[in-house]
Structures are given as C-alpha cells and as structure tokens.
C-alpha cells in the first residue's frame, strides 16, 4: 500500500478510465450476487459499446442467472493497483445467434478477440450501463475515487 | 480467448496456486453479497498463513458487514487469464489492534507490506478458510479447473 505517483486529478482519471473500459483483449472481473446473498465471481472478455459493458457467458451459467435477477454487476478491471470498478445496470440481453445481435456481437468479437457464435454452445450478450464508475491506483487516490454517480460523470 | 499454453496437469496447478496464495504484495479481488442479494467487489491486500487467506479492513466497510452476515467470500487472485479463485468460509476475526491479534498482524505487516495497525482508523483482520479452489489459465484449462472441494485438495 506504499504510495508510488502523485494522486491523478478526476479528469485524468476520466480518461484513463474510458481508455480502460475501450482496451481490446482484456478479461474483467464480475461480481453478482443471487437472490440468497451468495456472491459469485468470475474473469470474463469484454467489450465496450460506448455507453455500455458487453459480457459474453452461457445463459445458464451462475453469472447469467444472477444479474438476470439481480439486474446488476460490479465490475472490476485492471491490475489491483490500477483499478476501474463499474457498477453496472443490466440493460438488456440478446441471443448471440439472433439476428438482432449482429451489431453487438461484430463489437464483441472484434474487442474481444473472440466470438461466441462460433461456440457450439449457446451464449448470450449480457448489456450492463453503468450507474457508478470509481477508479484509484494507490492509496492516495482514495478520495476522488468517485468519478460516476447515478450514471452521470462528476469530474 | 485464444489458446497460447498447453493445460497444465492437477499437481502443477496445485503448485502454483500455493505459489499465488503465498505471493507478497499482491491484492485479491474480494467478492461478497449482501444479505438483500448485493453484490460488491474492491481490491484488497492479503497474507496466507499456510491454511487461510488474511485480509484487513474497516469494521464498518461494507466487505466487513457482508462476510461477517454471510460467513463467506469469493476471492479472485491472479491476473484475469492466470486466474485462482477461492470460495472462503469465515473462521474469524481479530481486531487489529488486540493483544491476540499479534502474530497474525505480524504475517500480515510481512507478506502485505502494510501494516493496518498503524493506521488511524480502526481495522479488523478476516481469516477466510478456502471451501473450493479453482484455477485456470486460458480455455483449454477449464477442464479440471477444480482443485479444492469442501476444502480438501483433489490434485
């Protein structure tokens, strides 16, 4: 926890957090919770419409299943001491194969590295908007780590 | 998504998630719910002491109130396609600054390069006992991913 670089002012931190949320390749943490208040996590691709975090899963997994009805995912990305974490609303589901996934799933496979159409099990993208953004590297970027609240950017 | 390393067998996966258990100066993601179904996520950093993962925080803190309710969390260790993941049940906690709380503050202040009690604030350890261990690397090692059931190695 020694702290290592001066602490970012928010607008910085805004830019490196969108250029985290845009990175090609990268997998996230996921975190859900089931309606019992069993907490679930897993690493999973990504990718990043603009406005919304897309994940790829089965629509039977643990995960799929938790933010159906939770309607929510904190998401953590990056290297512990570089962290972006997103709470993210669920803001829609598409069938991988359907035809109105097309758009999405070409963003995906391109960002991700990886398409899900190609899995012979099923998928579903899972669309989450996020509501919160929060973002710090040591410990001094503690205060102001808050840079989204109720989906608005605050610096 | 793409596949770079052969899958590794059981034993050497056992191996090197001691290995990450044991790493110093690293954060472990820790992913707890409420008990409304909530689920929450921060990087937090960690000791092991040969049997259990141990992690120092705010008593008042949100990961504190949601494993001391559910007696659980779900720790995410390693970079996202090196990945340990731990269920940990609750086997205590210790106040930080308490007389009995001193050879684990110890081990902690060693392997977290921090040490809680010099803090201000008041912090507590958690000692979380693993239930089930998995680890994976890419796709090609989510086949015996499972290393650890009701906190006995299978491998």
Do not use: C
């Not at 290297?79 to 589901?93: A, C, I, S, W």
């Amino acid at each position: 926890m020694a702290t290592r670089a001066p602490a970012r002012a928010g607008p910085e931190r805004r830019i490196d957090a969108l250029a985290t949320l845009r990175a090609s390749g990268a997998d996230v943490w996921v975190a859900t919770a089931s309606p019992a208040g069993v907490a679930h996590l897993i690493p999973l691709s990504y990718a990043w419409d603009g406005a919304r975090v897309v994940l790829a899963m089965p629509p039977d997994s643990v995960t799929a299943r938790n933010i159906t009805s939770s309607g929510r995912a904190r998401l953590g990305f990056g290297p512990t001491r570089d962290v972006v974490v997103v709470d993210g609303q669920l803001d829609g589901t598409l069938d991988a194969d359907a035809t109105a996934a097309d758009s999405v799933a070409q963003l995906y496979a391109d960002q991700a590295d990886w398409d899900p159409r190609q899995e012979t099990v099923d998928y579903v993208f899972v669309l989450l908007r996020p509501e919160r953004i929060l973002a710090w590297r040591e410990s001094n970027e503690l205060p102001g780590k808050l840079l989204m609240r109720d989906g608005e950017w605050i610096v």
